[in-house]
C-alpha cells in the first residue's frame, strides 16, 4: 500500500507525497496507517548507460563517457516510504510526526533516529474530547 502507483524509479526528484490507509483486521478493528514517500537519489552504474524507468527502458548519454572510456554514475531516485500504523486517527499528528523524521533524514540532522522514534513514540496522547 506504500506506492498505489507501483515502485517506480524516476529520472526527477518527485516531491513528498502524504496519504492514510485504513486497514481493518479480522476483529474488525481499524488501523490507520499514515504513509509520507519521498525519492531519494541512487547511483546506479550499469555499462552501456541504461537506467530503467518504470517499464520503459531509456538511454542516458553521459557526457564525457565516450571521451574518458570510463563508466560514469547515473543518478536516479528511488522511492523510499516511512510508515506509521495506530489505532488512533490522528492524521495531522502522524503527518507532523512522519515529517520530522523525514527532516532529521534528509537533513542529516546530528539526531539518533532510533532515539528520536522513541521519544515519539513514548508521547503521551489525549483521550479523544479529553483535554490537552
Sequence with gaps: FCQPGGWQLSKERKQPTFFVVVLTDIDSERHYCSCLTFYEAEI??????????????EFLHRKGEEESGLIQPAEVFAPKSLVLVSRLDYPEIFRACLGLIYTVYVDSLNVSLETLIANLCSCLVPASGGSQ
Excluded at 546506479?44 to 527502458?57: D, F, K, T
Design 44 to 57: 546506479n552504474l550499469q555499462p552501456q548507460g541504461e537506467v530503467q524507468v518504470g517499464h520503459q527502458e
